[in-house]
């Protein structure tokens, strides 16, 4: 949660922490909590499973859990794109699927090097989301239907590419098999990454509070910014040693952070982000305000169609072989249900790329002390939907809330016009 103020409201006994403390109020008083009941569900739900099996929180299962999120958690990133526009993709397991059939297919079958088939695989999700954009976007087609559209026709494609074995194994060696298998266990390299990050984040945060505070806009406190850069740095060095103690640090884990971060400020940061968050507030809205919402809808859809393929990569990578397994389902649900789970609202205009990360460990870790206990995989879908439920339900609560104190602030306003 974000301790934003203004500085007129800097005053002689107005301390960090008591602008802290006071903006905690406030989002508690407005109920935009953002990403603190995901943090909580998280935190839960390791204390839950560490207890029932000491097993869960070891070197070894969290080094796995690290690597199992990446496949997923690419998907849910573009979903949240998606999201932020208020609609839904429902081709993007299809998308992975296919993904990984074109770079098989091209690597294996054709013969072609494995960096370009990656391209070519990478470019057909991103070229078949901006199909699916154009048709949403320039002839007025609903999203739900065209990726509905998208989801079958895609998934056949995988299958006529796969035929007849249903399955192209790759090499365990290659440049895609080592995306999830490459570790890192240096301590000058896992160490230094770990401290390189934490200072980017400083300095990036401070640079972002004085231009703020220059420009009279509301912005962090320094001792947030402190606050904040020491959390992080915890995070970071105990991820770092933790891994540590089994493999080290995984690849694929770096090149989703990676991922997540240049999602994260391209949507904060760039005019183009901060007009994909305008969409999601308000399609006429943004209009008048000068966005071309068609061009807009194109692109984040293209967007999500690549980076369903980069996740479906993942996949097989993790399977070393290009299989229907993405484009069975599971894939779809589980990375739409990371994407809210985080915090991202299914009416648009609300998340954030950090969205996935927490949502997709929560239903990893879900899943991975469901399997230390033995429970079976049918069980761990009801899990699984029962928690989708509960996020859903709090996201609707939470905008009714805000709709009435809109309508509320009108009234009043009104009657103060009237008076």
């Known amino acids: 949660m974000s301790c934003a103020r ?16 006071g903006a905690v109020r406030r989002k508690l008083h407005d109920r935009e909590l953002g990403p603190a009941p995901a943090l909580i569900a998280l935190a839960v739900t390791w204390m839950v499973f560490h207890g029932l099996n000491d097993n869960f929180l ?30 839904i993709d429902l081709s993007v397991g299809s998308l992975a699927g296919l993904a990984g059939a074109v770079f098989a ?42 990726t509905l559209a998208g989801l079958l026709a895609w998934n056949g494609l995988m299958i006529y590419l796969l035929a007849p074995e249903s399955a192209i194994n790759f090499s365990d060696e290659g440049l895609v098999a ?23 984040y400083l300095l990036v945060t401070y640079h972002d509070h004085r231009r703020r505070s220059a420009a009279g806009m509301p912005f962090r406190p320094v001792g947030e910014i402190w606050a ?31 991922v997540i971060v240049a999602s994260d400020l391209f949507l904060r940061r760039t005019p183009y982000g901060r007009q994909v968050l305008a969409l999601g ?37 993790r399977l070393t072989s290009a299989s229907q397994v993405p484009a069975s389902g599971t894939l779809l649900i589980s990375a739409v249900a990371a994407a809210i789970i985080g915090g991202t609202s299914l009416f648009g205009g609300r998340g954030s790329a950090w969205s996935a990360l927490l949502g997709v460990l929560i239903l990893q870790s879900i899943a991975s002390g469901m399997a230390l206990l033995g429970v079976d995989p049918p069980v761990q879908l009801m899990i699984t939907g029962g928690v989708l439920l509960t ?29």
């Not at 203004?6 to 403390?21: D, F, T, Y």
């Not at 570790?183 to 990050?197: I, S």
């Not at 970071?236 to 493999?247: E, K, N, P, S």
Request: hydrophobic share 55%; proline share 4%; charged share 15%.
């Open 6 to 21: 203004r500085p007129k409201e800097v005053g002689p006994h107005s301390g960090p922490l008591r602008a802290c403390v």
């Open 281 to 317: 507030g308000g399609v006429e809205a943004a209009r008048r305000a000068g966005v071309d919402v068609a061009r807009v809808r194109i692109a984040v859809f293209m967007v999500s169609g690549g980076l369903a393929a980069v996740g479906g990569l993942f996949v097989a990578s």
């Open 391 to 419: 996020a859903v339900g709090f996201d609707a609560l939470t905008r009714r809330a805000t709709e009435s104190r809109r309508r509320a602030g009108a009234l009043t306003a009104g009657e103060r016009r009237s008076a």
């Open 105 to 146: 297919t091209l690597n294996v079958n054709v013969g072609m090097p494995e960096w370009l088939a990656v391209l070519v695989a990478v470019s057909c999700g991103a070229a078949a989301g901006s199909v699916h954009g154009f048709f949403f976007a320039r002839i007025g087609v609903p999203a739900f239907v065209v």
């Open 228 to 258: 904040r850069t020491a959390l992080l740095a915890v995070v970071a060095f105990a991820t770092v040693y933790v891994l540590g103690r089994f493999q080290g640090l995984p690849l694929a884990l770096l090149i989703f952070l990676g």
């Open 178 to 200: 080592k995306l999830t298998s490459r570790n890192f266990g240096a301590p000058v390299a896992t160490y230094g990454l770990a401290a390189l990050g934490t200072t980017a």
């Open 58 to 87: 070891s070197p070894r299962n969290l080094s796995v859990l690290s690597v199992d999120i990446v496949g997923t958690g690419m998907v849910a990133v573009g979903v949240v794109f998606v999201l932020l526009i208020g609609e």
